[in-house]
């Protein structure tokens, strides 16, 4: 039953119980016949202005329930892009108000789970593909030394070799996404201790300097003398570390120079920044570079470009740290090149 039809029937029953009294007084001799009949005329008459005016006064109150019952019905069927007019008494007006920021939370929840599927559905598929390269060439190269196809040492050390390679490969990629997997789970506890940058920066490039060496890479580094140390643990921030350094190097022509800069930026934190003199990353890519296994240049092989969870890692352990990281990028014909940067918190 409607609520207008129940304000209406309550107030015919509170007119019926002022007629009902009428007539017991009339009944019982307290009232005469003529008193009677112009109370009850009163009576009905104002009965009747009343029922009109709840009749015009609940409409703007049955719209609102009606409008909030049809957005009910939308969200039932996954839409959340509608919105709850704000009508009738403030009450209503406030719960309409209130009803729409539950419609646009439930939204960006949803949205958030479409995307989080989408990504999870994307991460499978690529998963697959980083493990059945390297599986298919350490079988191809098993059968062939099972088969006895190979008669000569080198060719079978060789084949060796290249089996020890893609074992590496599958580790290697197993172990970030153990670390990846650890990270969003919040396996990871933040121990922060007392450490100093230049201490991280001389083992980062100390872990990379076969790389430097081999593309014949010269790094500047720009440092104050004074620096306050940071809060972090060590081998996460190497990790995220070597990360960037080793996607700089990837992507330095021969005989580059890698830039490194420290400066605190504030109380609180000091910040690197790494830039290389590269190709640069487009703009549309920036905003993806640190999604885990994307790749801003889609002609890199997965043997050359990693596995392209190490700049989603990096991110990961810089927000476990409290901190920041992004990336500038240049790709014109006069400047190019990517800087990267990411802050710590001071101890």
Known sequence: MKLRIY?????????????????ICYRYMLLNWKD?????????????????IHYFMTRPLEKAIHAITEETTHISEGHFEGQV???????????????????????????????????????????SHDLRTPMASI??????????????????????????????????????????????????EFVPERYH?????LDGLQSLAFQ??????????????RLPPVAIMPQEMKRVLSNILDNAIRHSPVGGTIEIK????????????????????DEEDSSKIFDRFYRADPSRTRAS?????????????????????GVDSHTGEEEHGSRFWFTLPIY
């Not at 290249?162 to 990871?188: H, N, P, V, Y």
């Open 36 to 52: 009677v009949v112009l109370l009850t005329t009163v009576t009905l008459g104002a009965a009747s202005v009343s029922m009109l």
């Open 262 to 281: 420290v400066e605190q930026i504030s109380e609180q934190y000091v910040q690197l920044d790494i830039q290389d003199h590269g190709q640069g990353i």
């Open 85 to 127: 007019p704000q009508i009738g008494p403030a009450e209503f007006q406030r719960l309409a108000d209130q009803f729409n920021r539950m419609t646009g939370k439930l939204n960006e929840s949803f949205q958030k789970l479409r995307t989080a599927e989408a990504s999870r559905k994307e991460l499978v598929a690529n998963v």
């Open 212 to 225: 430097l060496e081999e593309k014949q890479l010269q790094v500047d580094v720009d440092m104050p003398d």
């Open 197 to 201: 940058v230049d201490h991280l920066l």
């Open 305 to 325: 470009g990693g596995a392209g969870l190490g700049l989603a890692i990096a991110k990961s352990i810089v927000h476990l740290h409290g901190g920041t990281i």
């Open 7 to 23: 304000l209406l029937i309550a107030s015919g029953v509170s007119t019926s119980i002022i007629l009902l009294t009428l007539f």
């Open 139 to 188: 079988q191809a190269f098993v059968e062939a030394l099972q088969d006895d196809v190979i008669q000569d040492k080198e060719t079978f050390a060789r084949y060796l070799q290249t089996i020890r390679l893609e074992t590496g490969r599958l580790d290697g990629l197993i172990q970030e996404l153990f670390k990846l997997s650890q990270l969003d789970a919040g396996g990871t």
